[in-house]
């Protein structure tokens, strides 16, 4: 017999429990008689608050880290998930998966992590510019981070997770992630990755939770710089953009798209001039 | 020994030269006519409900022409024609007869700049020397920059990606800049293969309505460009048309909330480009006369109708007091008057609604305790005006400070030290603009990568090219229009197969 | 010999921005010069005007051509004013003081090795005085770039000291030779140098290279005129010389100094154009207000 564990949500860098108390149990899909897999503490509005209080606190620094630093750290995390490549699909397993589907899903999440990880010191490159104007000027546009981003994560706990978030993280954004309702324990278990891969406390933010009930707080957040709704459904999603309208969030739904432009939903250009003559 | 401050009998002459004889700009060229219809599916509609509303000379207050007031059902019918021609003849149209179509409206913008200058001003209050020396010229370049991406999309975008059209545009431009506008939206959309639905601001239309004489010239196919004049209600209804692929709007930070919601609902992609309540930062070290300048530029261009306006002066505080005086001194030479002289500096408030929140929003800066300092020459005597203003004494938590006031008035904050500069500087919810003055390299660098904000002008304000990404950060909305960038929202991209 | 250099530490050493300076003269180009401010710009231009004549083929008969033409620029119109000064070589002083007797038209003089100055102070300073006992009105020196330039600055503002008092009661015009100081902001420091050092009147250039006067310098130098006389309450003039030619140049050029320095610079004893052709010009568009008529150009004096 397993031990029975309590996943925690995963907020400024530490493992907590939900300040509401509230825990749900995970049963196993493959077992005829709910046999118990896990308990998941179930976030509540104040752990999402908190998560971005967390994410804001861990932005500046963050986004001043050299593009260099940055994809050293996501590289790293791939390392640590490649690392932890036989846990991490036997837990999608006993999640319901088939050995092949998860040995996939895995592979995909590790690559998608690797791909990011080689665009931080790039983005700049690829997205920014130099702008021929006509006069005697130097003018410069660089992407830089909107700040604060939510993401409401689609299904697969792993590969749908890295796609969202890693295009994020990788511009220099801090994360509050509403991981994917169906698969709570894939998800917060990379968060343990997440924790033991350089990535400073707060600078990803994994909650689990009902996205119905949460997703709209994230939207309504003033703090909130943008969000990504690749994994709210249709009904929600509408509710949600209409919600950004508060702090007129950027509102996207990359559905983690492999393109430097996915990275730059969440980057703001900045273009700045300057003469050039005595 | 020579007394070097022996006062000269002053000369007769000079006064008369200094005086500046009236030079009114000739309105001969403009030919208006007395009532204008929409402008849909290559043909001049009357508006649905037959309703027209008065556009009026700001210099004058007196109405010029009858503009057709659209409404939903005008709108559907734009929508419906801009739709066949995107199936139909727009997409026909080889990127490089789109190309093409697109340099030759630039050119004739250029060759009928004068007539675009001249009903600028008389629709719209701006001196003419703006009209003709900022606004139009730079209309013309958005479109000559622009023809040349409409056959080279691709390549804007990195790899592995093609750009297609996003189908029909809806956008809803502002009164301060009714033609650059139009250009900025108009250009990037139709390079980009799209077809569009415009709606022109309520006090400012008969520069769009004269573009139609250029488009059509220019061999634009029907249905392409669709103009629905009228109040915000058309405006509304455009921005929520579930035939509509997406919005772009410039205006208030308010309305730009309402079409976001308003798009939520029918998924249209959205640009939104907002207010702004933008720091202009003057350390010690910058240099003075022409930071002087940039003050001036930053705030009096355009009567301060501009959005991006340098309307918080942040001054270091060992300067402040020689600073402000120097800028009190100028703008007293700042001469206020008929728009179409071509010596007038700051031409008439667009409104008389516009005017009265101004005059509204220096009242409470006064009463709030900022102190007040204004040109002493006499404005017109007819027409709306207001003089260009300096509140100094201000204080971050005033609403001079705070709120934007779209119009010629300047607040006057200090600082002591550049991390303080910045804190002032960000501390606001938009994000548009910003400017910096400084001698110093390093402290330019610095400055410019903590200001919050779309568009940093250092050593330089109110700077604008086709070829610069504009757009703001924040609360001052999202997307950005021109450069490589601005076509971003014009395209959606598929995976190279 | 040594001379001690007035004070000049403590002045500011402004930083100058090219784009926006040359921005701020092009916007001021813009202003259109009509109807009675158009006939009052022809009449400073000719009331601001240093009639000119630089040559080595000078000779006596020439200057009094030119002092002629100063007293009556127009032979058709007896109303037009006469120019300010004529500026002649020092050897030619006596004879413009004859020629231009009983006139109000000044008489000034280039002096001290010009145009390039290379030669000691002494020399430059006894061709000062001799221009002076010959009876010029006004000095034109040239600053001494070579020093500027090497950072000597004591130097520069010694040698423009010494000019000054070399001068007695003459006014002292410092040419700064622009075109050789390589930028808006070592123009400016120059300008604030030669104020310091006792000039009264601040000038752009010798004529005799090829960079003369442009709007951005001469509002450059007005700049510092303003800050300068913000600081001591003097009121330097300025002048411009090489390059002017239109009566539409000068207006701008009108323009520039009425607005960064104010109306009362419109004035010849605060303000100077160096000029030869412009004379013709400023009288044909005179004729033209006059007629309605544009005119032959060959029918004008020739100088």
């Known amino acids: ?278 | 020994m020579n007394d070097r401050s022996a006062e000269p009998e002053p000369l007769a002459a000079a006064q008369t030269f200094a005086g500046y004889a009236p030079a009114p700009e000739s309105t001969s060229i403009v030919t208006l006519a007395d009532r204008y219809d929409l402008w849909i599916g290559g043909e001049w509609r009357p508006p649905s409900e037959g309703r027209w509303f008065p556009t009026v000379n700001p210099a004058s207050g007196e109405p010029i022409a009858e503009i057709a007031e659209g409404s939903a059902p005008d709108i559907d019918a734009a929508v419906a024609a801009a739709r066949a021609a995107f199936d139909g003849p727009w997409a026909a149209t080889s990127p490089s007869q789109r190309s093409r179509i697109l340099f030759r409206i630039a050119r004739l913008l250029q060759e009928r700049a004068r007539e675009f200058a001249v009903l600028e001003s008389l629709d719209g209050g701006k001196p003419i020397r703006e009209s003709r020396d900022v606004d139009v010229p730079l209309a013309a370049a958005h479109f000559f920059y622009h023809a040349g991406w409409a056959d080279k999309l691709d390549w804007a975008f990195g790899g592995g990606v093609h750009a297609r059209p996003v189908g029909v545009v809806g956008q809803i431009i502002p009164w301060n800049f009714p033609l650059l506008m139009a250009a900025w939206k108009l250009a990037p959309a139709l390079a980009a293969g799209n077809t569009v639905v415009l709606k022109p601001a309520e006090t400012t239309s008969l520069t769009a309505l004269l573009l139609v004489e250029v488009l059509r010239e220019a061999g634009l196919p029907a249905g392409v460009v669709n103009i629905v004049t009228g109040g915000g209600d058309a405006g509304a209804a455009l921005a929520a048309h579930p035939g509509v692929d997406k919005i772009a709007f410039t205006g208030s930070t308010e309305v730009g909330r309402s079409i976001r919601r308003a798009t939520a609902a029918t998924g249209a992609r959205l640009t939104l480009e907002l207010g702004g309540k933008s720091a202009h930062v003057i350390y010690d070290d910058a240099p003075l006369d022409q930071a002087v300048e940039g003050a001036v530029q930053g705030i009096w261009f355009n009567q301060g109708h501009v959005c991006c306006a340098g309307s918080r002066l942040l001054v270091q505080e060992s300067i402040a007091d020689a600073f402000t005086e120097r800028l009190v001194a100028r703008m007293q030479r700042l001469r206020v008057g008929d728009p179409l002289d071509k010596n007038t500096d700051i031409g008439a408030i667009n409104s008389g609604a516009q005017l009265a929140r101004i005059t509204e929003l220096c009242e409470i800066a006064e009463s709030e305790g900022a102190r007040r300092v204004q040109t002493t020459a006499a404005l017109p005597d007819r027409g709306w005006f207001f003089p260009p203003t300096i509140f100094t004494g201000v204080d971050t938590s005033h609403r001079i400070a705070v709120e934007e006031v779209f119009g010629p008035v300047l607040a006057v904050m200090t600082f002591r030290t550049p991390q303080e500069a910045i804190a002032k500087a960000n501390s606001t919810p938009y994000g548009l603009a910003a400017g910096v003055w400084t001698s110093d390299g390093a402290r330019i660098l610095w400055t410019a990568e903590r200001l919050r904000a779309g568009v940093v002008w250092a050593n330089t304000y109110n700077q604008f090219d086709p070829a610069s990404p504009f757009g703001g950060m924040r609360a001052s909305g999202f997307g950005r229009e021109g450069g490589r960038q601005g076509l971003d929202a014009y395209v959606n991209l598929e995976a190279a197969s | 010999m040594t001379i001690d250099a007035p004070a000049w530490r403590d002045l500011p050493r402004r930083p100058v921005d090219a784009v926006a300076l040359e921005a701020r003269a092009k916007e001021l180009a813009t202003r259109s010069i009509k109807a009675a401010s158009q006939a009052a710009a022809h009449e400073l231009t000719i009331r601001c005007m240093d009639l000119t004549t630089l040559e080595g083929s000078d000779t006596a008969g020439r200057v009094r051509g030119l002092c002629t033409r100063a007293r009556l620029p127009d032979p058709e119109d007896p109303e037009c004013p006469p120019v300010a000064a004529v500026c002649v070589y020092p050897s030619l002083v006596s004879t413009a003081v004859e020629a231009l007797a009983g006139s109000t038209v000044k008489v000034a003089s280039v002096a001290g090795a010009f145009p390039s100055g290379q030669s000691s102070l002494e020399l430059r300073l006894g061709d000062i005085r001799a221009a002076v006992a010959d009876g010029a009105d006004e000095i034109d020196i040239v600053m001494n770039r070579g020093a500027f330039l090497a950072g000597d600055t004591d130097t520069v503002v010694a040698e423009i000291a010494a000019a000054k008092a070399a001068c007695g009661a003459a006014h002292l015009k410092t040419i700064l030779e622009v075109g050789e100081l390589g930028s808006y902001e070592a123009i400016r420091w120059a300008s604030m140098l030669a104020m310091a050092a006792g000039s009264d009147v601040i000038k752009t250039s010798t004529g005799k290279i090829g960079a003369a006067a442009t709007p951005p310098i001469a509002l450059c130098m007005a700049e510092a005129i303003r800050e300068y006389g913000d600081l001591t309450g003097a009121s330097i003039g300025l002048k411009l010389a090489g390059g002017i030619r239109t009566a539409k140049q000068a207006s701008h050029y009108l323009v520039i100094v009425n607005e960064t320095l104010g109306t009362s610079w419109l004035h010849p004893d605060r303000f100077r154009f160096g000029a030869s052709g412009l004379l013709n010009d400023v009288i044909a568009q005179r004729r033209f207000r006059a007629t309605g008529r544009y005119t032959r150009f060959s029918d004008l004096p020739v100088d």
């Open chain 1, 1 to 278: 017999m397993n031990e029975m564990k309590t996943y925690k949500l995963y907020v400024g860098g530490a493992f907590v429990r939900s300040e509401s108390g509230r825990v749900t149990s995970v049963t196993s899909v493959t077992s005829d008689d709910g046999e118990v897999l896990a308990r998941v503490a179930t976030a509540s509005r104040k752990d999402l608050r908190d998560a971005v209080v967390a994410a804001r606190g861990a932005q500046p620094a963050w986004a001043s880290a050299t593009p260099y630093l940055r994809g050293q750290i996501l590289y790293r995390v791939a390392e640590m998930l490649d690392g932890r490549r036989t846990s991490a699909a036997d837990e999608l397993v006993r999640s319901g998966w088939s050995k092949a589907d998860a040995a996939v899903e895995v592979d995909a999440a590790i690559d998608t992590w690797v791909w990011w990880a080689g665009w931080a010191d790039k983005l700049t490159q690829v997205l920014g510019s130099v702008n021929p104007v006509a006069g005697p000027f130097l003018n410069v546009s660089t992407p830089e981070p909107v700040g604060v981003v939510g993401v409401v994560a689609a299904d697969r706990p792993l590969a749908d997770l890295a796609g969202v978030l890693a295009p994020v993280l990788c511009g220099g954004n801090t994360a509050v992630v509403l991981a994917s309702a169906a698969h709570p324990l894939a998800a917060l278990s990379f968060a343990e990755v997440l924790a033991t891969s350089d990535v400073p406390g707060g600078v990803a933010n994994v909650l689990w939770g009902d996205v119905g009930e949460l997703a709209p707080w994230l939207a309504d957040h003033a703090d909130v710089d943008a969000i990504d709704v690749s994994g709210a459904p249709d009904g929600l999603r509408c509710d949600l953009v209409e919600r950004s309208a508060g702090n007129l969030k950027r509102c996207a739904a990359t559905s983690g798209l492999r393109r430097p432009q996915t990275a730059g939903e969440f980057l703001d250009l900045k273009t700045v001039w300057h003469p050039a003559r005595v």
